[in-house]
């Protein structure tokens, strides 16, 4: 009976070993090759307090797989959250594309969708300042399409042979390595400088965008140009667009920086809980279709990725949507496991000569196998085509999980005469085909005139935001700008910044305690082009608390019916709502009944809500007086332009956290409905009072 004591008490069985109940043959523990395991508490030994012995393969299998749990991370985007769903299309684009995933009106297809940071290492927070991938594996009929894109329409570099300079440059610096998932540091900012075709995505960067409120409220953008192909072989250009239905929403860059510290797993953790709720994040799916002649016409280069292409002079056409409805079962096997790759395309869809756009077409089947560690990675089950069967005559290799049949694996042969199976033959018609663009030219090292103008668009997307992002944009280049040690590095970028907008450049500047350089010489003089308002995200937020969350701060002896009220006017629009309260357990309302509580004060602040309300009772509110945790919650909500509610005994805790009345502070003596319109939104008009902007 000794051994089950050390066990903590696990059953001892008939002949005094230790094991959990019998079980059933399907629910037995065995090993990797199937044996039977009697015991896996202990490891096998020369008596109780023996060495362990060397032919105990139990032990030695098990912490063997262990040493190697581990594979190489993503190079970049290593750090994200996926979830399944499906695609179906509202529209068919028949005339522009045979793809039947795109011509198939009704039809659902699987989707395995993973959202990610760029910079930061698979263990890093989720909430820096930051490019998010956005990433769709469409498992279709005629083979898996990937579009893998980011939530930002543009990218910092035209051609592919920078990537890895402009990665080296804002990932960790290499003598000391740090920072980790941030690009606020000297050698991005001192590459971003000298890569001035990098200017326009750093608006993008700079902007609210680049610090997403949940991977459910982000658009996404296939960047590059693709190609779309029709069964007459005519190719029109196409840029694909995802657009959520919560709207596009975003962080402050202060409250940003707290969630990293109260929930580095923000992300993940929102899109987990909201599907396993049942609240299913979903896209409207667009094109932008170009024929030669209208992008010829276009006063930059179609296949130029630091550009994009105005909605307003070329409209995005909804024809689909994409719902995710289903967790991963195991975060390895699929989020983990999951390889995109740009080149998994459908007949009907090509590429373009983006040389972006064509270095990627190399590296995604490639870094696979550092990462993956074989050339089978395509039968891994989450990369395995699903909606039709793949068949070659390639064979062997590390980790072969099929057992192919048959004698042939060569073709062209003829054992079908012998009446033996021949193996797959290609199909010149049903079969993808490229789109056939002519190409007689010189070999150059060089890049296109047409993609040299790099200030045009960052002004345009500058110039395009309401005053509100502006300053917003201009703060976060102070802040970034900050970090770097370099005077002759800030220098730089306020010289090209000049080019943009020359307020910009000003700002900053001053931001920064520096004199304005001169303006860089562009390699092409910057047009002013008609502001797109499509590029703004403030003053487009959804008329309804939708995917949001409230947070409501409750004490003992609290008002019961204020939350009841609060909860079911919130959650009526949509919103998820959790009570918040010194302690675990329960609150014991006035009256006596009790509440569930959802998370402690100290572990659960402001900052994870998009709103908070706070219903205490004068005991209680003079008990959180006295903590900072208590202050803090209803001050951070303050600051980041939330709406707060309040009953009456909450007021000497809102003086305490400096809070001034406003529309967003809300009493609810006024009943929940005066609280519904500031919570679905953030206080802009507060801004100014509670921060510095640049
Ligand atoms: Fe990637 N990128 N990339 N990228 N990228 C990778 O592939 C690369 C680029 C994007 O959730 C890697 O499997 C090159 C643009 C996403 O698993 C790697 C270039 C866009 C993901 C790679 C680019 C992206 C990756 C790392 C310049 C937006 C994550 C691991 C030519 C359209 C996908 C891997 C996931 C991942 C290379 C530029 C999006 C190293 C060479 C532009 C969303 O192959």
Redesign the pocket.
């Known amino acids: 009976m000794a051994n089950s004591q050390a066990n903590g008490g696990l059953k001892a069985g008939a002949g005094g070993e230790t094991h959990q109940t019998a079980s059933a043959p399907e629910a037995r523990l065995t090993t990797n090759h199937g044996a039977p395991i009697s015991d896996d508490q202990n490891s096998l030994k020369a008596g109780p307090r023996g060495p362990s012995l060397l032919e105990d393969f139990v032990l030695r299998e098990k912490i063997q797989h262990f040493d190697h749990e581990r594979i190489p991370e993503?190079?970049?985007?290593a750090r994200?959250s996926?979830a399944h769903g499906y695609f179906e299309l509202t529209k068919s684009l028949a005339q522009y594309t045979r793809a039947k995933v795109l011509t198939e009106v009704g039809k659902r297809t699987e989707v395995f969708t993973?959202?990610?940071t760029v910079a930061g290492g698979a263990g890093s927070v989720d909430t820096p300042r930051d490019v998010r991938?956005?990433?769709v594996k469409l498992y279709t009929v005629e083979g898996n399409w990937d579009l893998?894109?980011?939530n930002i329409p543009v990218?910092f570099?035209q051609d592919?042979i920078k990537?890895p300079d402009l990665i080296h440059a804002v990932k960790m610096e290499a003598d000391r390595g740090y920072p980790q998932a941030a690009s606020a540091h000297d050698t991005f900012w001192d590459f971003i400088g000298l890569m001035p075709e990098s200017t326009h995505m750093i608006m993008w960067a700079m902007s609210d965008r680049a610090i997403p409120r949940s991977f459910r409220m982000m658009e996404g953008?296939?960047?590059?140009t693709f190609r779309l192909l029709n069964d007459k072989d005519e190719a029109t250009f196409v840029k694909f667009h995802w657009r959520p239905a919560l709207g596009t929403q975003s962080t402050c860059w202060d409250e940003a920086v707290k969630i990293a510290g109260a929930d580095p797993d923000y992300h993940r953790r929102d899109l987990h809980e909201a599907i396993a709720s049942g609240a299913f994040p979903e896209w409207d799916f667009g094109v932008q279709l170009l024929s030669q002649a209208e992008a010829d016409a276009l006063p930059f280069d179609i296949l130029d990725?630091t550009k994009l292409i105005p909605e307003e002079l070329h409209p995005i056409q909804v024809i689909g949507r994409m719902v995710l409805d289903r967790n991963p079962d195991n975060f390895f096997a699929e989020t983990e496991q999951?390889?995109?790759l740009p080149t998994n395309v459908p007949p009907g869809i090509d590429f373009s000569e983006d040389p972006?756009?064509q270095?990627?077409l190399f590296?995604?089947q490639?870094?696979?196998l550092s990462?993956l560690g074989t050339v089978n990675f395509h039968q891994l089950p989450i990369n395995r085509a699903k909606g039709c069967p793949f068949q070659n005559l390639q064979r062997d290799g590390h980790m072969q999980m099929q057992v192919p049949k048959g004698r042939a694996n060569y073709e062209p042969n003829s054992l079908a005469e012998a009446g033996e199976a021949g193996g797959p033959r290609e199909d010149p018609k049903g079969g993808f085909r490229t789109a056939p663009a002519a190409t007689a030219a010189t070999k150059v090292r060089l890049r296109a005139e047409t993609f040299a103008d790099h200030y045009s668009q960052a002004r345009l997307f500058y110039r395009s935001q309401t005053a509100i992002e502006q300053a917003h944009l201009a703060s976060a280049l102070v802040f970034e700008l900050s970090k770097c040690s370099f005077e002759h590095v800030r220098t730089r970028i306020l010289a090209n910044l000049q080019n943009v907008d020359p307020d910009l450049a000003a700002r900053v500047a001053s931001g920064l305690n520096a004199t304005l350089p001169a303006a860089s010489e562009p390699a092409v003089k910057p047009m002013d082009m008609e502001p797109s308002p499509a590029l703004r995200i403030v003053g487009k937020y959804p008329e309804s608390l939708k995917g949001r969350s409230v947070g409501v701060l409750v004490t003992d002896g609290a008002d019961g019916s204020a939350v009841t009220a609060i909860r079911k006017a919130t959650e009526a629009e949509g919103a998820s709502v959790k009570i918040v309260a010194p302690k675990i357990g329960a609150v014991k309302l006035k009256g006596g009944s009790a509440l569930a509580v959802d998370g402690q004060l100290a572990g659960t602040p402001s900052v994870i809500f998009d709103a908070v309300a706070v219903v205490v009772s004068e005991e209680g509110c003079a008990q959180l007086l006295a903590d900072s945790a208590a202050i803090d919650f209803v001050q951070n909500a303050y600051v980041h332009l939330k709406a707060i509610g309040f009953t009456a005994a909450a007021q000497p805790l809102l003086d305490k956290a400096n809070v001034v009345a406003d529309e967003g502070v809300v009493s609810l003596e006024r009943g929940p409905e005066a609280f519904l319109p500031p919570a679905r939104t953030r206080q802009w008009s507060r801004e100014p009072k509670v921060r510095t902007l640049a």
Not at 221 to 224: D, L
């Open positions: 993503r190079i970049v985007h994200g996926a993973r959202f990610s991938g956005f990433a893998v894109g980011n990218f570099i592919a990537f953008f296939g960047v590059n990725a999951a390889a995109f972006l756009l270095g990627r590296s995604y490639d870094t696979q990462r």
